[in-house]
């Protein structure tokens, strides 16, 4: 079943129960790993922003939730480099266990610029939760990087949050890009 965004059509890759599923064993792990220490979950908007819901849900220990928005992609369907920062972090985060909840991690270079930022302020630790990953694409070792939902092939994919020019994040699963 095809699907067609804007002037380009789609085909399905991750269906909404595979999702569902991964995010269960992601937030077991989250829990046992955080006992006792009250993390603060930070999602980079717009794209992580049913990704934290439904992965928050599933967390049962004591927990912060909030927001940054972090944009390196214009619409189209290959990362620009250039990031632009439009809310920055209310948040005191020193001290803090700091988890990065991000929808996908393409190049690498917003996640490894967020870091780099966020360590000036003195967090007790870092890591990065990312639903998806594109391994071949990564231009940066980030040992932060610690959870990861699926790992996908270098393919633009759209859906559950990830936009082609601010359409399909409503979508349920998770849909790439037919070459
Ligand atoms: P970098 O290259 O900095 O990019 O790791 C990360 C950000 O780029 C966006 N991105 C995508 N958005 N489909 C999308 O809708 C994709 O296949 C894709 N790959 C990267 C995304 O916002 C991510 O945070
Ligand atoms: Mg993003």
New binding site residues.
Partial sequence: MTMKIADLTFEPLIEEEAIAKRINLMSAQLNADYEGKTPIFIG?LN?SFLFVADLIKQVTIPCEVTFTKL???YGGTT?TRKIREDIDLSVDISGRHIVIM??????????SYLIEKLKLHSPASIRVCSLLL?PGKLEISIEELRYVGFEIENE???GYG???KELGRNLRSIYRLIS
Avoid: P
């Avoid at 991000?102 to 996640?111: A, K, M, Q, R, S």
């Fill in positions: 980079v794209g944009a390196s992609y990362s991000e929808d996908i991690v393409d190049t690498g270079n917003t996640l594109k633009f994919v759209v990830l936009d082609y």
